[in-house]
């Protein structure tokens, strides 16, 4: 996943795959942005997706492109 640190990113891009026993998914950037912290910690504990979504389980941090062009529909 550090590979990714660093890298510009476009609104509605796919950023990642959750992988389970049935499926795999993509992930898509909800705005533009360059991440700026990966969570390092999914790669021993990808559980945490599930269990702590909002608090343990982020995949990443971004730093958006311009807080002004954000869509929020």
């Avoid at 705005?31 to 390092?40: K, L, Q, R």
């Avoid at 608090?55 to 971004?62: L, N, Q, R, T, Y």
Wanted: charged share 25%.
């Amino acid at each position: 996943m550090s590979s990714r640190f660093g890298k510009k990113v476009f609104k509605g891009g796919e950023v990642a795959v959750v992988e389970s026993v049935k499926a795999a998914s993509e992930v898509y950037i909800p705005a533009s942005g360059e991440i700026v912290e990966v969570n390092e910690t999914l790669v021993s504990f990808p559980d945490l997706v599930n269990t702590s979504a909002e608090k343990e389980g982020w995949f990443f941090k971004i730093k958006l492109v311009d807080v002004m062009l954000r869509d929020f529909s």
